[in-house]
C-alpha cells in the first residue's frame, strides 16, 4: 500500500475534492497500453487499474473490444509480483469478466496462484478465478476448491465457501458433492469460516425440508462459537417455522429461538428476538420474552443496539400495539435521546401505542424535537400522527392544530403534501373533524407555493365546504387565490365558487357577483370556466346545476374519442349521444411515478387505457363483434373455469353490449405434447338467451395462451336479464414432439367440460361516482321508484352486507358509505349506477344490526324496468 500513501502537501491540497471525477474512459483505455511496458512501472499501473475500476463502478459502459483489450494488456502485469498491484488485477478480472471475451485466458495463472504458498494471494485468486469459472472448467479445478474449503488459512476457507455459493446455482450438481467438506468448515474455530460453511450447507438443502430439519436441529444441539452462525441458523429456524406452521417439530424449534434470547452474544439475542416477533403465526402472549429482551434493549449505551430494538418494536406495534404498551415508559425516555432516528422511531411506535388520555402529552413532547429532525423522519412523524387520530377521533383538534402548526414551518414539498393528506384523511373519515380540518386547509393555502397542493385543498373545500354548518366563511379564502394566484389555481378556485352556488342557495347570488368579475380574467381557461358556471348558475335550475357543476362527466376519455372519431367518420343527421360512449373504470395500471416537473407549469399526463378500453379495441378489431356497437361493461375480474394446475386452463370475462353478451374465453394449454386447434366453447343454458355465434381460437400451442368468443342476444323480455349456462371447450388435438412442437398430420376431435357461467344483475350496471348524492337522488324524483323489506340472514355483520351489496349490484358506493364505523349497528349505504341503454339508477339501503341485517331498499331511476330489475339482485 505504500504506493498508493500520499505525502502532506498531497493531503492538505485534496480538501475531500475526487482526484477521478474529470478522467475520460478513452484516455484511461490508451493509458492502459503502458502495462505492456518493460520494465513494468508499478506504481503507475495501480494509478490506471484504479481509473479502470473507478469507471466501471460510476456506470460507463465499456464495448466488448474495449474491455477485451484492456483485459489483454492487464494480463502482463502477472509478471510483477507486488502484492498491491496483483490484489488490483485480481479486482479487475473479477469486473471485466462478464464483458471482455476470452477471459478463461488467465485461468492457468490463476490456478497457480491459488495453489502456491503466498496467502495474500490465494483467496483473491480463488474469487477471481471462480468468476470467470463456467460449468466445463469447474471440474478441472473442484479438486482445489474443495482443499481450499478446509484450508487452515482462515481466509482462504472462506473465499472458498463464498465462491461456492455463486456456483452453486448454475452448477448445483457438482458443488453438492462438496457437504463433506462444507461440514468441517462449519466445525472450524474461526467465525467467519463457519458462518460461510454453515451457509454453504443449508443453500445445498434448502430444498429438502428433512435435511433442513436434521440440520438445525444437530447444529442447535451443538454449540456454534461463530455469533454470525448462529444469527443464521435462528433465521434458518425462523423460516422453516413460517413455511410450515403445523410442523409437529415446531415445539422444538420455538424453544431453541427462545433459548437464543438468552446468549452471551447480544447480536445473537437480537436476531432470535426479531425472528420471533416477525413469525407470522406468532400471538400477541408468546411475544413476552422477546419484547422484554427489546425493552431491555432500549436503555443500552449503545445506540445501534438503542436503534435496532425501537424499530423492531415499531413494526411489532403496526400490528401488535399492546404488546408493546410495557414498553412505553422507556420509548418516551428517548424520545430526547441524541440519535435523531432514534426518538423519531420512539415518537412514532408512541403513537401506535399509546392510550387516548396520554395524546395531549405526546403532541407536546414531539413539538420540542421536530425542528431538528430531516424531513424524511417528519413524514414518518406525521403518519403515525394520522393513525393515532383515526384510532382517537375524539382527540382531533389537538393532533389537527399540531399538524397545522407544522404546515406553517420551513419544509419542502414532498413534506406538506404528506401534512395535507393527512388532514385530509382525517376529515373524510371523521365528519366532527370536517370543519376544523378545512379552516387549517384555508390558512395553509393563504400562503402555499405549491400549486398542486393548492388546487388539490380547493377542489376538497368544493366539496366538502358547503356541506358545513357556515360555508359562507370558506368564499373568502377561495376568492382571495382569483385574485393573488395563477392561472391553474384560478381556475380551481373558480370551479370550487362554482359548487358553493349550486349547493347553497342562500350564497348564489353573492357567488353570481363573484363569477361575473371572473369572466374579465386574463386567462382563456378561468375565463371560459366562470362564463360556463355563471350561465349554468343563473338558470336556478337544480337538474342542471347538479349534472353540469356538482357531478362530474363519468365517461373513458379514451372511449370517448374513439366515439367522436367513429361518429366523424360516419356521416349522420343523428345529434352525438354521449349514452353511447362507454362509463369510465379503474386504469389498468397505476401510473408509475416520473421526474419532478415545474410545478408552476405541470405537464399534462395522457390519458390512461382501462382494462375495458383494451378490450373494446381488441373486440372492435374482429368483425363478427364489430357489428355490436359500444361495449357497456366488462367483468372487472376474469372468472376461472377450471383449476389452475388441469391440462387446459379456462377463464372467462363477461363482456356486456347493449342487445348482447360477449364471453371471453382466455384458454392456455398446458401439456407439451399436444396442439390444440379449432377451439371453440360451447355454452347451453336453459333461460331466455340465445347462442348467436362462436368465434373459435385457431390454434392453442403449449403454454401459449389462446382466446375465443362466444356472443349471445340478451332476451326481448326487459326484465330477464339473468342466466345460467353450461360451458365444454370443443377442439382437434395433435400430437406433437414436446422438443420441436412439430404436430401429427391428423387429430382428433375432443371435448372439455368447464365450469358454468352465470349472468347476473351487477353485469349490466356499471358504477359511477356522484359527487353529491343527494342532489341526484332529489333530481331523479320518485316517478320509478321501488322499496322493499330484506333479512340478509348469511350477513353476519354491516361491513359484510355493505360489500356483498355492492358486489351483487355491481353499483358505485358515494360519499364514503361503503364505511361503516366499528361501534354502529345501523348504517346507510348509498349506491349510483348506470343500467345498460345509459340509464341511470340510485339506491338507498337503511341497515340495521340486531341477531342478524335488516335492510330497507329504496331504488329510484329514470326507467321502471331499470328500477325493477336493479331491485332483483336482492331477491
Known sequence: MQYLKRDKKDEESGSGVNPFHTIDKSTVLQESRTFNDTPINTRKCIHILTKILYLLNHGSHFGTTEATEAFFAMTKLFQSRDHTLRRMCYLAIKELANVAEDVIIVTSSLTKDMTGKEDIFRASAIRALCKITDSTMLAGIERYLKQAIVDKNPSVSSAALVSSLHLLKPNFDVVKRWVNEAQEAVSSDNVMV???????????????????????????????????????????????????????????????????????????????????????????????????????????????????????????????????????????????????????????????????????????QISSFMSEISDEFKIVVVDAIKSLCLKFPRKHMVMLTFLSSMLRDEGGFEYKKGIVLAIISIIEENPDAKETGLSHLCEFIEDCEHVSLATRILHLLGCEGPKTSNPSKFIRYIYNRVILENAEVRAAAVSSLAKFGAHCDSLLPSILVLLSRCMMDTDDEVRDRATFFFHVLNEKDKSLSSAYILNTLNVSVVGLERALAAYLGNVSDNAFDLKTVPISTAPIHEQKPTKKVNEAAPAKAAPVATSQDVYAEQMASVPELARLGPLFKSSPKPIDLTETETEYYVQCIKHTFQEHVVFQFNCKNTLDDQILEDVTVEMETGDDFQVETSIPCPKLVYNVPGTTYTCVRIPEDPTSVTGSFSCTMKFVVKDCDPTTQEPDDDGYNDEYVLEDVEVVVADHVQGVMKTNFLASWDEIGDSCEMEDTYVLSSMKDLDDAVKKIIQFMGMHACERSDRVPADKNSHTLLLAGVYRGGIDVFVRAKLAFKDGVAMHLTVRSADPVASEVVMSAIG
Open 194 to 364: 463457519q458462518y460461510h460453511g454453515l451457509g454453504l450447507l443449508y443453500h445445498v438443502k434448502q430444498h429438502d425440508r428433512l435435511a433442513v430439519s436434521k440440520l438445525i436441529a444437530k447444529q442447535s444441539r451443538q454449540s456454534l462459537k461463530s455469533p454470525y452462525a448462529y444469527c443464521l441458523l435462528i433465521r434458518i429456524a425462523a423460516k422453516f417455522l413460517d413455511d410450515d406452521p403445523d410442523s409437529p417439530e415446531n415445539a422444538r424449534l420455538y424453544d431453541f429461538l427462545e433459548s437464543c434470547l438468552r446468549h452471551k452474544s447480544e447480536m445473537v439475542v437480537y436476531e432470535a428476538a426479531r425472528s420471533l416477533v416477525n413469525l407470522k403465526n406468532m400471538k400477541s402472549k408468546d411475544l413476552c420474552s422477546a419484547v422484554s429482551v427489546l425493552q431491555l434493549f432500549l436503555s443500552s449505551p449503545r445506540p445501534t443496539l438503542r436503534f435496532a430494538a425501537v424499530r423492531t418494536l415499531n413494526k411489532v406495534a403496526i400490528m401488535q400495539p399492546t404488546s408493546v404498551t410495557t414498553c412505553n415508559l422507556d420509548l418516551e425516555n428517548l424520545i430526547t435521546d441524541v440519535n435523531r432516528s432514534i426518538a423519531t422511531l420512539a415518537i412514532t411506535t408512541l403513537l401506535k401505542t399509546g392510550n387516548e388520555s396520554s395524546v395531549d402529552r405526546l403532541m407536546k
